[in-house]
């Protein structure tokens, strides 16, 4: 059984950091992709950054470029989401997923992942 786990969100000031964690099991599969996703009040569930764990390509969308940094360990099977320089429009609960193919091709999509986690709440205040 898979299971993902988030840690890590809070309530900060716009500049500030949070690192977020997804701790994950059960995943028997080598290479695969791994993503956060968040989503905000009244809004869809949007993309905000991917690994491929097999060849450690990076992928962000363009609010985070610069600001988030995904990275992932695998010895500890742990995703994280190092987040700087936070605003305010960067509130919203975080949600890590994990995919069973190990291209992330099509991670903006968020049927591309069939496991996630519970979800973190993220609040950055002005």
């Known amino acids: 059984q898979v299971q993902l786990v988030e840690s890590g969100g809070g309530s900060v000031q716009a500049g500030g950091s949070l690192r977020l964690s997804c701790a994950y099991s059960?995943?028997?599969?080598?290479?695969?992709?791994l993503g956060w996703f968040r989503q905000a009040p009244g809004k869809e569930r949007e993309g905000v950054a991917a690994?491929?764990?097999?060849?450690?390509?990076?992928y962000y969308t363009d609010p985070v470029k610069g600001r988030f940094t995904i990275s992932h360990d695998g010895a500890k099977n742990t995703l994280y989401l190092q987040m700087n320089s936070l605003k305010p429009e960067d509130t919203a609960i975080y949600y890590c997923?994990?995919?069973?193919?190990?291209?992330?091709?099509?991670?903006?999509?968020?049927?591309?992942?069939?496991?996630w986690g519970q979800g973190t709440q993220v609040t950055v205040s002005s």
């Open positions: 059960g995943y028997t599969y080598s290479y695969y992709c």
């Open positions: 690994i491929a764990t097999g060849g450690g390509i990076t």
């Open positions: 997923a994990a995919a069973i193919l190990g291209s992330c091709g099509s991670w903006l999509r968020p049927s591309y992942f069939p496991y």
